[in-house]
């Protein structure tokens, strides 16, 4: 089949037009109201910083978590803490380079995912292990998780999170 050139710029045109319809259709989700959606997610868990007074005392730590007559045990891999240092930019430019660093600051940090954590009120209690090998128990501490929503409200990828901080009195929400 031989086509003239009017035919093949018109084939051509009607080529780019569907990729251009495919494509854009791709960026958008469905329910986002024509908003595009990511692919970006959330993990539902819990997040635990050790605060500075007892970091250094801290061995291992493990979340009791319950809701509804159910508990889940759940440990954490504790990494020391960091926090940004803003470096500052090389001009007021608004197209400036800007720098950041980070440094220890003292804590232990961890995150436990835990794909069943619900929405709402929850109870926590915290068990550690101190570098003498005693264990502590904390008072149970009710505390509503936090939905997030990674792509904003209107795409999907939320999760339930909860941020917690142990400190010498005991558990606290971060």
């Known amino acids: 089949m ?82 940004t240092v803003d470096l500052g930019c090389e001009s007021d430019q608004p197209d400036a380079v800007c720098s950041a660093t980070s440094t220890p600051d003292g804590t232990l940090t961890g995150f436990a995912q835990l794909d069943s954590l619900p929405a709402g009120e929850v109870q926590v209690r915290a068990y550690t292990t101190r570098q003498d090998g005693t264990q502590v128990e904390t008072e149970p501490l009710s505390v509503a998780t936090e939905t997030v929503f990674p792509n904003g409200e209107e795409c999907p990828g939320e999760a339930q999170q909860l941020a917690l901080v142990l400190g010498a009195s005991g558990l606290r929400p971060q």
């Open 2 to 83: 031989r086509l003239n050139r009017r035919e093949g710029s018109s084939l051509t045109t009607t080529a780019v037009a569907a990729l251009l319809v495919l494509v854009t259709g791709c960026g958008a989700s469905t329910g986002s109201g024509g908003r595009a959606c990511t692919e970006i997610g959330a993990v539902s868990g819990v997040g635990l910083t050790v605060a500075r007074e007892l970091a250094g005392d801290v061995r291992e730590a493990e979340l009791q978590v319950c809701w509804d007559e159910t508990c889940e045990r759940i440990p954490l891999d504790l990494r020391p803490g960091q926090r």
